[in-house]
């Protein structure tokens, strides 16, 4: 059994991703062209914005997001401490603090009321993390953050897809970032992210930005980086995204038969009016050790998505006095279960079968 069956998916898409593949080595177009305009465009439609961009993975489209803001030394951006690490790691590289703050025990993401109380005279901006493929409510966030005069990024690495009301992910905060690694919802075959915004004029700079600062051949205003999402990956995710909703309804399928069946386990908690497009399904278990034993007894794979809070880690010690319990707790709790729209019945059965019998 797959964690995440990307084999499967090929396998259903092979003929058209061969063909999309053969077409970009034939003319030999790998950086830029077409192609990658054609996929920017289907992306900004299928979210609902006016720009999307491209580029080389969801780290750099964080990256580039605080970048074109300018947030640098003396700034402060709020994140939850329960996050993979780029959400906080590209506040630390350019020269900002991250203000480490706890998360809802409900859907697992940033706290409002903690938020509320960790904004000072610094705060710049705020890293909302869509945890696990649900929303926070970026409404109620947007709403604070325009009365600070503080910008909303919604860190979407894991929430392509989602929704809340008519409101897709990644159309709701000032700025979105998604991320395309192969095991997120909408995954390429490398890395590759995008970073989504209705401001054409933070668009034009994050463009500029994302190409060395380059405004003309050879003439950079700006430090830039080479963050491009290359050719490539950008025909293959323009295949996938023409399925993409077929495979979201086939994962909220499989979400519903885990909600219903699994026992022995605290199933995911999706509010009313979110959907999620499940990134993880992840539960949490009392005695997480044991169960992982019942899990490598079957050979069923698992994951564990975050063992370690981000305030806890050594690269930020500066940080591990801080006391957040939610995030400590669920750390300790959580665990994820193989999915994917390819997994198959069978699997799911058995394990389904493994928490019955804890
Ligand atoms: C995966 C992920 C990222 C980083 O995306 P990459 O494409 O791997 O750089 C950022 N934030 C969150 C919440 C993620 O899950």
Redesign the pocket.
Same mark, same amino acid.
């Given at each position: 059994m797959d964690f995440i069956n990307l084999k499967a998916q090929y396998s259903a898409y092979k003929n058209e991703i061969d063909s999309e593949i053969s077409k970009i080595l034939n003319n030999s177009s790998f950086i830029g062209g077409d192609k990658l305009k054609e996929f920017e465009a289907n992306l900004a439609k299928y979210v609902g914005v006016k720009n999307a961009i491209g580029c080389s +993975?969801?780290? +750099?489209a964080?990256y580039l997001a605080l970048r074109a803001l300018g947030i640098s030394y003396d700034d402060e951006v709020i994140v939850p401490s329960f996050?993979?690490i780029?959400?906080a790691e590209v506040v630390a590289l350019v020269g900002a603090k991250p203000v480490f703050v706890d998360i809802d025990l409900d859907d697992f993401n940033l706290s409002i009321e903690e938020v509320k109380k960790a904004i000072s005279p610094k705060t710049k901006a705020i890293i909302a993390?869509s945890?696990f493929g649900q929303m926070p409510d970026l409404f109620a966030f947007k709403k604070l953050c325009d009365e600070k005069n503080i910008t909303l990024i919604e860190?979407g *690495?894991?929430s392509f897809g989602a929704s809340y009301k008519d409101k897709k992910s990644c159309s709701i905060a000032h700025i979105s970032?998604t +991320?395309?690694?192969p095991s997120?919802p909408l995954g390429a075959y490398g890395?590759?992210?995008a970073i989504f915004c209705d401001d054409d004029f933070l668009a034009q700079k994050i463009k500029i930005l994302l190409n060395h600062g380059q405004t003309q051949k050879y003439n950079h205003e700006f430090i830039g980086i080479n963050a491009r999402l290359d050719t490539l990956q950008a025909a293959i995710l323009d295949v996938k995204l023409k399925y993409f909703d077929d495979e979201l309804k086939t994962r909220a399928k499989l979400a519903a038969n885990y909600d219903k069946n699994l026992k022995n386990c605290q199933i995911p908690k999706i509010k009313k009016d979110f959907i999620s497009v499940y *990134?993880q399904y992840s539960v949490l278990v009392e005695d997480r050790a044991r169960v992982i034993e019942k899990f490598k007894q079957a050979n069923i794979p698992y994951a564990i998505h975050y063992p370690i809070p981000l305030h806890k880690q050594p690269c930020f010690k500066e940080f591990s006095h801080l006391e957040l319990k939610n995030s400590e707790f669920i750390s300790e709790h959580i665990l994820s279960l193989p999915f994917s729209a390819f997994l198959k019945e069978e699997e799911q059965e058995k394990i389904i079968n493994l928490f019955a019998n804890l």
């Open positions: +993975s969801g780290t +750099s964080l996050t993979f780029a959400t993390v945890i860190d *690495a894991q970032c +991320s395309f690694f997120k890395d590759g992210g *990134a």
